[in-house]
């Protein structure tokens, strides 16, 4: 017997907004409910896509241009897409990234000077229509955010080894992002969530577990099969 098609969760936003830490409180609860869970991320998820990720995320702001990121991100995602999330769905597994393909709309598209029209085109060529099942969206203020940012910088990574380029684009960057991630939100209500990230973990925990439960309803619940 065919196993049914898992489910591909996306946990976007701004800097510092915590994804990474409720990616892991999500995917215990899944897992209590007898759901196969894998956690992955972006850029990343695949061998390939950690050393184009080591491109992305460090060195100066200015290492390259916005349509430089786009294509490297692209590149990265379609190796994860292909190698790590399509296999996982295929056996009925439930994928949750740590970003996707909304943040290179946002970072590059928004934000950057690529435009959506052109993210939307090299996504069509790159991955067709392929797209999460739900995306849950952190919000905070940037100066939050940034904050929050800085201090796991701090505590986990050494100055030439920080994954901090981004973080280091200004607040008018960032500013033009987390307006770029309510746009996505409210443009695509039926796949998007939009969830107040302030507060603490495990205030935001309940708040995604709520949209979770309620996007797939029954899906996870006892086993979700």
Not at 60 to 79: C, V
Not at 129 to 151: M, N, S
Not at 169 to 196: V, Y
Request: contains cysteine; glycine residues 12%; aromatic residues 6%.
């Amino acid at each position: 017997m065919t196993a049914p098609r898992g489910r591909f969760v996306t946990l976007e936003g701004g800097e510092g907004a915590g994804k990474s830490t409720q990616i892991g409180r999500l995917a215990e609860r899944l897992a209590a409910a007898g759901l196969d869970v894998v956690t992955t991320r972006e850029p990343g998820g695949t061998p390939g896509g950690e050393e184009i990720r080591r491109l992305l995320v460090t060195g100066e702001p200015g290492r390259w241009d916005a349509m430089t990121e786009t294509l490297l991100h692209y590149a990265a995602r379609r190796e994860h897409v292909e190698k790590t999330v399509k296999p996982a769905l295929a056996r009925g597994a439930w994928v949750i990234s740590d970003r996707f393909a909304d943040s290179t709309m946002a970072y590059q598209g928004c934000a950057g000077s690529v435009g959506r029209d052109a993210v939307r085109a090299l996504h069509r060529l790159v991955l067709g229509d392929f797209a999460p099942d739900l995306t849950v969206i952190l919000d905070l203020p940037v100066e939050l955010g940034l904050q929050r940012a800085k201090g796991r910088q701090a505590a986990t990574a050494s100055a030439a080894a920080a994954e901090d380029r981004y973080e280091r684009m200004g607040s008018a960057f960032h500013e033009t992002l987390r307006q770029a991630f309510h746009e996505i939100a409210a443009a695509e209500p039926q796949r998007c969530r939009l969830i107040d990230a302030t507060g603490d973990a495990d205030a935001v925990a309940v708040r995604i577990w709520d949209a979770v439960a309620g996007h797939f309803g029954a899906a996870v619940a006892g086993n979700g099969r």
